[in-house]
């Protein structure tokens, strides 16, 4: 049975959260560090979670495409530019990324666009 997009951001999040309690530091230093990361440069936020989508998918990292999948919609990107980033996981990392992208990305897009 496919996991809801829903339910896998809550999984991680209550996994970050509960990490959090045993790893307090750590945790706080990992979500600084990686909120820089994703703050807007020369490079757009919008376009630094389009390419997090891209390696996301890659690497078949469920979460983290659940993860930036939501990110990119609630920052309006059209489902052109998330086809877009799926089409450079493809090219990048060929057919197992774009079975990701096919499958994965695609129910968890579904999913996040009719939540909304």
Known sequence: MERKAHTILEEYR???E???EH???TI???NRFTGEAFNDGEVTKVNKH???LAISLKE???PSIAYHMDQCVAMDCSDQEIYEAMGVAAAYGGGAAMSQSVTKGFEILKQLRNQS
Request: hydrophobic share 35%.
């Open 14 to 16: 209550n996994g970050i």
């Open 23 to 25: 790893l307090p530091k």
């Open 60 to 62: 078949g990292d469920e």
């Open 50 to 52: 389009l390419m997090a």
């Open 28 to 30: 706080q230093e990992y």
């Open 18 to 20: 509960q990490l959090s």
